[in-house]
T-cell receptor, first 112, second 111 residues
Framework: GENVEQHPSTLSVQEGDSAVIKCTYS??????FPWYKQELGKGPQLIID?????GEKKDQRIAVTLNKTAKHFSLHITETQPEDSAVYFCAASWDSSYKLIFGSGTRLLVRP | DGGITQSPKYLFRKEGQNVTLSCEQNLNHDAMYWYRQDPGQGLRLIYYSQIVNDFQKGDIAEGYSVSREKKESFPLTVTSAQKNPTAFYLC??????????FGSGTQLSVL
């Protein structure tokens, strides 16, 4: 079955710097890759997603890139702010599967 | 306001006891899900339901049971067969299998 590996497990950056989180998936049939942000004591919230027919997607300070050949995708956050501090999860699934497989999470700390 | 509501926020289970976690959504979503989250780990799928009166096992269904009698509701029962139930439980819903919308979770602990 699908396996998603996520790195790093923790990331500390200075406010205003960029942050990059990387994920690798195992099943070449996967074609949907969302990213979720989870704040302490809350449920995850979808922040951006990408399908395999697109190489890059951007939404303000957040972007996701996908390399299908290498089977990895990354989240890029530019101009980080303290409110970006949270745990970020990547995930992968394939058409009609309803089974989203999550990475183990990255705890991002943005230092003021 | 449309959303997904989980209750209770905190729940305690005694040895040999079954407990039920509630999940209700008013987003008119067809699909609903239960995930388990352990400290420092990702989310693992327990059960999911694509439509009323139908549900499928996820990756860690042993010791859990669900029902889907109404579109809005997808309760999860943690049975006494689940030997390590302490975790944060998350319910989610979606139209189709993408863009899951999560509730705020229930923390289950064993007394």
């Amino acid at each position: 079955g699908e396996n998603v590996e996520q790195h790093p497990s923790t990331l500390s950056v200075q406010e205003g710097d960029s942050a990059v989180i990387k994920c690798t998936y195992s099943d070449s049939a996967s074609n949907y890759f969302p990213w979720y942000k989870q704040e302490l004591g809350k449920g995850p919230q979808l922040i951006i997603d990408i399908r395999s027919n697109v190489g890059e997607k951007k939404d303000q300070r957040i972007a996701v890139t996908l390399n299908k050949t290498a089977k990895h995708f990354s989240l890029h956050i530019t101009e980080t702010q303290p409110e970006d501090s949270a745990v970020y999860f990547c995930a992968a699934s394939w058409d009609s599967s309803y089974k989203l497989i999550f990475g183990s999470g990255t705890r991002l700390l943005v230092r003021p | 306001d449309g959303g997904i509501t989980q209750s209770p926020k905190y729940l305690f289970r005694k040895e040999g006891q079954n407990v039920t976690l509630s999940c209700e959504q008013n987003l008119n979503h067809d699909a609903m899900y239960w995930y388990r989250q352990d400290p420092g780990q990702g989310l693992r799928l327990i059960y999911y339901s694509q439509i009323v009166n139908d549900f499928q096992k996820g990756d860690i269904a042993e010791g859990y049971s669900v029902s889907r009698e109404k579109k809005e509701s997808f309760p999860l029962t943690v049975t006494s067969a689940q030997k390590n139930p302490t975790a944060f439980y998350l319910c989610a819903s979606s139209m189709g299998g993408e863009k899951l919308f999560f509730g705020s979770g229930t923390q289950l602990s064993v007394l």
